[in-house]
């Protein structure tokens, strides 16, 4: 049975830091890894998709890293500012695209 | 447009009570997910449909049903709520045609449900 951990489950920082989030999963077959950000009170966005066939994906200042044959993901926030305050959520798409989710890093950014 | 929306954002009802919750998508996608997030913040599937198939059914009470009348709209109907079934329930959806690995689900707002 897939499980997919997060690593810290909270993390604060000043603005203008670059941070890493962690994210892992036990069972390598896998379509995908895909990281999203969770806002208080909305749904969730999807912030990066990884193929599994795919070592890195990058949008803007976000970075992540994926590494399926040790079970490991990384998301890397560069210049941290204060909106990118949320929980940050690693989920690994198995068959019939069903997705599986970590608990999530709940991330603030200090001004 | 919201390309996912799920209706009501809010519920409160009482033990025993029959709801459901409906959800619609104007991305022309193939599937439709229902997930439930509880206290504690964890996301798990229930249901998935491809055109208006039952594809993904996770060990979930059968008082919950998921119905849906076209491949646009997926509801959940849930009967004889219990305390234990308050959460944030997601809908969301993906098109499932080519790589499969390149497919993101996009999620609506969520509907607090909360069973006094």
């Known amino acids: 049975k897939q499980e997919v951990t997060q690593i810290p489950a909270a993390l604060s920082v000043p603005e203008g830091e670059n941070l890493v989030l962690n994210c892992s999963f036990t069972?390598?077959?896998?379509?995908?890894l895909q990281w999203f950000r969770q806002d208080p009170g909305k749904g969730l966005t999807s912030l990066l998709l990884?193929?599994?066939?795919?070592r890195e994906q990058t949008s803007g200042r976000l970075n992540a890293s994926l590494d399926k044959s040790s079970g490991r993901s990384t998301l890397y926030i560069a210049a941290s500012q204060p909106g990118d305050s949320a929980t940050y959520l690693c989920?690994?798409?198995?068959?019939?695209?069903?997705?599986?989710f970590g608990q999530g890093t709940r991330l603030t950014i200090n001004p | 447009d919201t390309a996912v929306s799920q209706t009501p954002k809010y519920l409160v009802t009482q033990m025993g009570n029959d709801k459901s919750i409906k959800c619609e998508q104007n991305?022309?996608?193939?599937?439709m997910y229902w997930y439930k997030q509880d206290s504690k913040k964890f996301l798990k599937i229930m249901f998935s449909?491809?055109?208006?198939?039952?594809?993904i059914n996770e060990t979930v009470p059968n008082r919950f049903s998921p119905k849906s009348p076209d491949k646009a709209h997926l509801n959940l109907h849930i009967n004889s709520l219990e305390l234990g079934d308050s959460a944030v329930y997601f809908c969301?959806?993906?098109?499932?045609?080519?790589?499969?690995?390149?497919?993101?689900?996009?999620f609506g707002a969520g509907t607090r449900l909360s069973v006094l």
């Open positions: 969301a959806s993906s098109q499932d045609r080519g790589v499969l690995a390149k497919n993101i689900q996009y």
């Open positions: 069972d390598s077959a896998i379509y995908n």
């Open positions: 990884i193929q599994s066939s795919q």
């Open positions: 989920a690994v798409t198995e068959g019939a695209q069903k997705l599986v």
């Open positions: 991305l022309g996608h193939d599937t």
């Open positions: 449909y491809n055109n208006k198939e039952l594809i």
